[in-house]
């Protein structure tokens, strides 16, 4: 489902290719079931976001080779990465919500790209927002939402399309206890439906309540790849 | 205008408003072209035909012997010319025919001037080089002067076909310009929507779906501001043709001018709806591979 095997990346800087380029993750080895779930733990800068940018075909591995769903990353031409990415749901630590399109619109995002009747997409959102309690304020616009509203506006857009792999970076930071608690029943419930599941936090508490496969990374390498005591399957 | 969102979130900006302006401009100086163009061609066609084929001859003292002495020196060239194959419509201008052709130079009352004045012949020519032909005529009425369009003709035509070349330069120029412009109106929207691009990218959109739908407007833009422009040229062309018309009788262009250019002119606008289509694509595709 997903692979990393022996990948390396650096981010540019500028003058020629390679000579002082940060090296951002080097050698990550992992992989991760279908159906699996993966807290991605670590300090804040340890790589965690990066891995997850790996994951979504943001940015590509100066070395190694990635697999996404079954397909290899390095293989996929622009609209294979664009048919893969419509498979994979992101919940981004800092929302990425469009601020000129309602809290409807921008659930109903993913599906309008996947070019679903628009009957289909108002039963879908509709039913997301009720459940993150936000059918209230579906016209609002996300500026004149709290931050929690926010994250989970960006929580319903990244499952509306029910994607067999699931990222989410700091997904509860902006959330209260209930939220977050609501959240990870979420999280729970589509990883029990088969959804492939990789959380990123720097929490220590999170995955406590949550027992699952942890993979920990520190200063770019994978430090433990801890698989005991897992929940989450894989 | 005011700003509008599509499905994909996509805004329709104020980068772009300008657009149809430009493209205006730019038509507006391609129909002036496309008018240079088709004049010159219709000039050149028509120096290349009737103008190039005139023959004229001149013959001193018509009614005295021929060489030989069976006839007079202009009936014997009459009588050459219609024997001679590539000459067609052999015609002596009547004296009144004369008279207005001298009346420029010598005033009305040329005819009471009493001048030794030659006979004139007029005919068509397509029998290549006049030489062997003057030589004959000279033969059997020495002094005989013939001429032919030809020499006129292939200057003028030259002069057309650098007409027409450069009025083609312009228009070539008014579609990279045009061109241009619709890159550079691109390039500003996508910098306000880089934000959001980048986001319904990394949902899944497609490049596709992306460039279409700048393309999309881009083409409408761009076939508006051509529609304008065409119909602002419109009575700039009327006035220009009227200013042409008694020069273009004068030397016997073709009546149909206008309509070849009234045929032309709403060609104007599909095309730049295809240069804004194409342009945005190219741009708007390149300018993707750079965000992931």
Request: glycine letters at 10%.
């Amino acid at each position: 489902m997903v692979r990393f095997d022996d990948v390396w990346l650096t981010y540019r800087r500028a003058g020629p290719p390679g000579e002082g380029d940060p090296e951002v993750l080097r050698g990550l080895t992992f992989e991760i079931p279908a159906g699996g779930f993966r807290w991605l733990t670590g300090a804040s800068g340890a790589g965690k976001t990066s891995v997850l940018r790996l994951m979504t075909m943001a940015v590509r591995p100066f070395r190694g080779r990635i697999s996404l769903l079954g397909a290899d990353v390095a293989n996929v031409n622009r609209r294979e990465a664009a048919f893969l990415r419509r498979r994979i749901g992101v919940v981004y630590q800092d929302f990425r919500l469009l601020n000129h399109l309602s809290v409807y619109d921008n659930v109903a995002l993913p599906l309008r790209l996947a070019r679903r009747a628009e009957a289909d997409i108002r039963e879908q959102v509709f039913d997301l927002l009720h459940w993150v309690g936000l059918l209230q304020k579906c016209h609002a616009r996300p500026p004149a939402l709290s931050g929690g509203e926010q994250q989970r506006v960006a929580i319903a857009r990244a499952v509306v399309g029910r994607p067999k792999l699931l990222l989410a970076d700091e997904p509860t930071g902006s959330l209260d206890e209930e939220q977050a608690e609501r959240l990870m029943l979420l999280i729970t419930a589509l990883n029990q439906a088969g959804t492939t599941v990789v959380v990123a936090t720097h929490s220590v508490a999170l995955p406590r309540r949550y027992p699952a496969p942890r993979l920990r990374i520190a200063d770019g390498r994978l430090l433990e790849e801890d698989i005991a005591g897992a929940s989450g399957g894989g | 205008m005011a700003e509008r969102v599509d499905a994909l979130g996509l805004r329709t900006g104020k980068a772009d408003r300008l657009l149809p302006a430009l493209v205006a401009a730019q038509s507006f100086v391609a129909a002036l072209a496309l008018a240079g163009a088709l004049a010159a061609a219709a000039l050149a066609g028509d120096w290349r035909g009737e103008t190039a084929s005139a023959l004229t001859v001149q013959v001193t003292s018509p009614n005295d012997p021929a060489r030989d002495g069976s006839a007079t020196r202009i009936a014997e060239v009459l009588t050459r010319l219609r024997d001679t194959p590539g000459v067609a419509a052999a015609h002596q201008l009547t004296p009144d025919e004369l008279d207005a052709l001298l009346r420029p130079w010598l005033g009305a009352d040329a005819a009471a001037l009493d001048l030794a004045l030659p006979a004139v012949i007029t005919a068509r020519w397509t029998g290549g080089a006049s030489a062997p032909l003057a030589a004959a005529l000279d033969s059997v009425a020495p002094g005989t002067l013939v001429t032919t369009g030809a020499g006129w003709a292939g200057r003028v035509a030259t002069l057309t076909a650098s007409i027409r070349a450069c009025a083609v330069a312009i228009l070539v120029l008014v579609a990279l310009v045009a061109a241009a412009a619709v890159a550079i109106a691109t390039r500003a929207r996508l910098a306000l929507e880089r934000g959001t691009i980048e986001i319904i990218h990394g949902l899944g959109a497609l490049d596709s779906d992306i460039a279409g739908r700048f393309a999309n407007r881009a083409t409408a833009l761009a076939a508006f501001g051509a529609a304008a422009g065409t119909v602002a040229a419109l009575p700039v062309l009327a006035w220009l043709t009227a200013l042409a018309a008694p020069f273009a009788a004068g030397i016997g262009a073709p009546p149909d001018l206008p309509s070849a250019l009234l045929l032309a002119l709403p060609a104007l606008t599909p095309a730049a709806a295809v240069i804004g289509w194409g342009t945005t694509q190219v741009t708007v595709r390149r300018w993707l591979r750079g965000v992931a």
